[in-house]
C-alpha cells in the first residue's frame, strides 16, 4: 500500500475515533500504520498536548464573577421581557371583556351568550338583515324568473 | 460566589463526568458552574492558539478571558450541530483580531499562518530540556502543533475546518499534520 493510502487510513481511524476490521487487518501487514495507531491510541489516553495549560484559581474567580454580571443582566432581561409579555396579555384580556360587555348591553333581548355552535349561528342569523326572517314579506325580496317548459309548445 | 444564583445546581453535582454538549446546555440554563467546567475543559487549547501567533502568554490570557466571557454571553448563539471548540477559537481570534485594531497594529496582509514556518518562541535552554524528555511525546511541540493535534485527534476535526482556524490550506494543515505524526511516531518507537 502506498503512503497516501495509509494516510486515509489513518485520517479515517481518526475520523471514526475506531479502528474497524479492514484497518486492524491492514495494521497487521503494515508496520507503520501499526506504529501510528498505537501512538493514536497512547495519545488518547494520555490527554490532550493543550491539557497542560491550567487556569489559575485568580482566573476562574475573575471569569466567574464577570459570568455572574453577565448573567444577572441576562436575566434581567429576561425577567423585564416577561413582565412586558404579562402586561400586554392582560390588557388584552381585559379589552376582550370590556368590548363583550360593551356589545352584550347593546343587546338588551339577549342575556347571555351561548356556546353552543347552534345557539352561535341562530344568534349570528339573528343580527344578519339579509336574511328572511320566518313570516317575513318575501315579496320585498327580489325572485328570479324562468320561463315554464310549456311556453315553447306554446 | 453568592448562594442565590439563578439556576443554581445542587452543591454536590460533579460538572467533570459530563459530556461537553451537557455542559453546553447547562450553561444556556445560567448554570455558571457548567460553563466554568467548560473553561477548564478548554483553556489549555484557547491559550496554546493564541500563543501561537505569537502573542504573549499573559496577553494570551486577557483575550482568553474576554473570549470566554464573550462565549457565555453568546451561547444561545452556538449551534450544537458544530464544534464548540471551532466557535470558542473563531471568537478568541476575532478578540485578538479587535484588540490588535484597537491598538492599530492589525495587518490585514500578512495575517495568515504558515504552518510550515511555526515560530518557535522557546529558550534554546527550553528546547534541551524539551529534547531531553524523550518519555514525552509532547514536550517540544510548538502552540500551534498542540492545537493541531488537540483539533484533529481529539475534536476529530475536518482538516478544511482545522485550516480555517489555523489560517492555512486544507493540504497544508493535512501535510503538516501527518508530518508532525511521524514525528511523534519515530519519537515513540524510540
Not at chain 1, 9 to 14: G, V
Not at chain 1, 125 to 154: M, R, Y
Not at chain 2, 70 to 79: G, L, P, T, V
Not at chain 2, 113 to 125: S, V
Request: net charge positive; glycine share 4%; hydrophobic share 40%.
Amino acid at each position: 500500500m502506498t503512503d497516501k493510502e495509509c494516510k486515509k487510513i489513518i485520517d479515517r481511524a481518526i475520523e471514526d475515533n475506531k479502528v474497524d476490521a479492514a484497518t486492524e487487518a491492514h495494521a497487521r501487514t503494515c508496520p507503520k500504520c501499526a506504529s501510528t495507531l498505537a501512538l493514536l491510541a497512547l495519545l488518547k489516553t494520555s490527554g490532550s498536548p493543550t491539557s497542560d495549560l491550567k487556569p489559575s484559581a485568580a482566573f476562574l474567580a475573575s471569569i466567574e464573577s464577570s459570568l455572574t454580571v453577565t448573567a444577572a443582566a441576562t436575566s434581567l432581561k429576561a425577567k423585564l421581557l416577561a413582565a412586558v409579555v404579562g402586561a400586554a396579555l392582560t390588557a388584552t384580556i381585559a379589552l376582550t371583556i370590556f368590548s363583550h360587555s360593551s356589545k352584550s348591553e347593546t343587546q338588551p333581548g339577549k342575556t347571555s351568550e351561548t356556546t353552543s355552535l347552534t345557539s352561535s349561528t341562530e344568534a349570528t342569523s339573528a343580527s344578519n338583515p339579509a336574511k328572511p326572517e320566518a313570516g317575513a314579506d318575501a315579496t320585498a325580496f327580489p325572485q328570479l324568473k324562468f320561463p315554464s317548459p310549456t311556453d315553447e309548445i306554446k | 460566589m453568592s448562594g442565590t444564583g439563578f439556576g443554581r445546581p445542587p452543591l454536590t453535582r460533579n460538572y467533570e463526568s459530563f459530556e461537553s454538549n451537557d455542559l453546553i446546555e447547562m450553561a444556556r440554563k445560567g448554570q455558571k458552574q457548567a460553563f466554568s467546567m467548560l473553561v477548564k475543559r478548554h483553556y489549555g487549547t484557547v491559550m496554546y492558539y493564541l500563543m501561537g501567533f505569537g502573542i504573549k502568554k499573559s496577553d494570551a490570557e486577557d483575550i482568553t478571558q474576554e473570549a470566554f466571557i464573550n462565549a457565555f454571553r453568546k451561547i444561545d448563539q452556538f449551534k450544537t450541530s458544530g464544534s464548540f471548540v471551532g466557535w470558542l477559537l473563531r471568537i478568541a481570534r476575532n478578540q485578538h483580531i479587535d484588540k490588535l485594531r484597537k491598538e492599530k497594529k492589525f495587518d490585514t496582509s500578512g495575517n495568515e499562518f504558515d504552518l510550515l514556518n511555526l515560530p518557535d518562541d522557546r529558550t534554546p535552554e527550553a528546547q534541551v530540556v524539551s529534547d531531553a524528555v524523550v518519555d514525552d511525546l509532547y514536550a517540544g511541540l510548538k502552540p500551534q502543533e498542540r492545537v493541531l493535534i488537540e483539533l484533529r485527534v481529539f475534536q476529530q476535526m475536518p482538516f478544511s475546518e482545522i485550516a480555517e482556524h489555523l489560517g492555512s490550506s486544507e493540504g497544508n494543515a493535512r501535510l503538516v499534520f501527518h508530518r508532525l505524526i511521524v514525528r511523534l511516531r519515530k519519537k515513540f518507537r524510540s
